[in-house]
């Protein structure tokens, strides 16, 4: 069993910056995903990075802007955000994935733990 919880969310003006974190308890050695769901629209990949190597993979459309790092002694994983868009505004998801895959996973279904979720709001 993973618990996560996230923290860090907020609002922002357009052109900012938010720091997302997610703490996890219980089982580590976890590849991890951050997801985000805005209104009325299904939940889509942001980024994620794997326990193994530390390597990253990101949506299009946060390339150059987004960054996910851990600290796998802390068992925290974070998401910096800059250059804020008003189409970034969603409900940001962190999940873990219990597997030794050198690759992250863009698929919401292959993670099988899930944070509460915290709101970014992105003003214009």
């Known amino acids: 069993q993973v618990q996560l919880v996230e923290s860090g969310g907020g609002l922002v003006q357009a052109g900012g910056s938010l720091r997302l974190s997610c703490a996890a308890s219980?089982?580590?050695?976890?590849?991890m995903g951050w997801f985000r769901q805005a209104p009325g629209k299904e939940r889509e990949f942001v980024g994620g990075?794997?326990?193994?190597?530390?390597?990253?993979a990101y949506a299009d459309s946060v390339k150059g802007r987004f960054g996910i790092s851990r600290d796998n002694a802390k068992n925290t994983v974070y998401l910096q955000m800059n250059s804020l868009k008003p189409e970034d505004t969603a409900v940001y998801f962190c999940?873990?994935?219990?597997?030794?895959?050198?690759?992250?996973?863009?698929?919401?279904?292959?993670?099988?733990?899930w944070g509460q979720g915290t709101q970014v709001t992105v003003s214009s």
């Open positions: 990075i794997t326990w193994r190597g530390g390597n990253a």
């Open positions: 999940a873990a994935r219990l597997t030794a895959s050198m690759s992250v996973s863009l698929d919401p279904d292959a993670y099988a733990y």
């Open positions: 219980g089982r580590s050695a976890t590849n």
